[in-house]
């Protein structure tokens, strides 16, 4: 068996009240509109809501940087250890020297550096 809904009683209307505030919402939007509403007063409501979404925007760009950094250190780091494995003649050549190189040892250094270069991005792909 089936229970039916009561019934309602006779001449009662159902609110019109939906239960939104009038300062929320549309209603807010038509008063805002109203010409004896100052700049002020509109600065003054909408101000809460723009702190706050500074506030978020802040909190958002941080946590971008840090996220950033974590590769940013490991690049480094790997970088720091390819070098390593060049010869220490190399690492330590100023570049005026390098670009004063002739044929064969320019050819050798830049194959060593791009080397290094692939062996460094081969590790972010893995």
């Known amino acids: 068996m089936v229970a039916k809904p009561l019934p309602k009683p006779p ?3 159902q609110s019109s009240d939906s239960g939104v505030e009038p300062d929320r919402g549309a ?3 038509e008063r805002d509109q109203r010409p004896g509403l100052s700049q002020e007063k509109k600065d003054q409501r909408i ?3 723009v702190s706050d979404f500074d506030h978020q925007d802040k909190e958002h ?3 971008t940087k840090e996220e950033l950094d974590s590769p940013l250190q490991t690049a480094e780091k790997a970088f720091a250890v390819e070098l390593l494995t060049m010869p220490a003649a190399s690492r330590k050549m100023k570049r005026k020297d390098l670009l004063n190189l002739q044929g064969g ?3 050798a250094l830049t194959a060593a550096v ?3 270069c692939f062996q460094i991005l081969s ?3 893995e």
Do not use: H, I, M
């Open 11 to 13: 001449g009662k209307r």
């Open 27 to 29: 209603l807010l939007q």
């Open 47 to 49: 101000a809460p809501f």
């Open 61 to 63: 760009v941080q946590e």
């Open 105 to 107: 040892e320019e050819v």
């Open 114 to 116: 791009v080397s290094v």
């Open 123 to 125: 590790q972010f792909t």
